[in-house]
């Protein structure tokens, strides 16, 4: 037999044993997973660091999404891929999408939606208990698909569409013709968008905020090969003459 104090020691520590060891095991398979895959974690890296992450996702996602467009629904082959086009989304995907809209759905987010971490980074159980989160989350996708996608987004893509295939180096140029052919094509165009990022904006306005971003991007790519084949092709002067 022990005596009682050592065997209160004991009892101790294999109290503190118990505790520790889940936390152990955890540990281990973590670093197994990441051993395994020779120290590379993307989840590691997109929640280290989400701005560069997202920014890398969208802009190698829009170029993709158009290229799947001309190659998989145009029935081009490599080779005849309009690079000029393919352009058009490299650059509005790392410039608008990659750092426009963190910008503006996360750091100015944060300011005119307080609370907005706390609500996205919250258990699902724990969300459907905040209510002032919801409405918080309602507001964002309010602001989403009733001013920034329709008055923010759209004329951005259809400027930086004539500065890439338009002829006229003033900017001026770039956004007027771009803006008379978002004012063309604006009631098609803001009907796909609603009936696509509403619904979508609902989920993603609640996932935590290292999934925002990405998770958006993901969406994107079916979004940005239907504009891809909509809206991608420059008109040919041709024809512009021709209706002229």
Known sequence: MFPSGLRSSLDMMRMQLRMHLPFYRRSCTTKAAVASTGGF????????YPFQFQVA?????TSIADIITQT??????????DTKRNLVFVVFGATYLGGFQW?????????????????????????LKDVPGMISA???????????????YFPC?????EFVQGKSWNPIDWAKDGC??????FRKDTYAMFCLWAP????LFAVPMWLRMPGRHLVSLGWTAYLSFLRGASIPEKTIQDKK
């Open 157 to 161: 893509f259809y400027t930086v569409k």
């Open 180 to 185: 008379t052919k978002y004012y063309n094509n």
């Open 57 to 61: 996702v969208s802009t190698i996602k």
């Open 72 to 81: 998989q629904i145009e029935g081009k082959s490599i080779t005849e891929i």
């Open 41 to 48: 974690s993307l989840l590691a890296i997109a929640q280290q």
């Open 138 to 152: 309602g507001k964002q996708v309010a602001f989403d698909v009733f001013v920034h996608l329709p008055f923010m």
């Open 103 to 127: 910008w503006l759905q996360v750091t100015k987010f944060r300011q005119w939606f307080p609370g907005m971490d706390r609500f996205a980074n919250a258990t699902f159980a724990e969300k």
């Open 200 to 203: 979508a904006d609902c989920v």
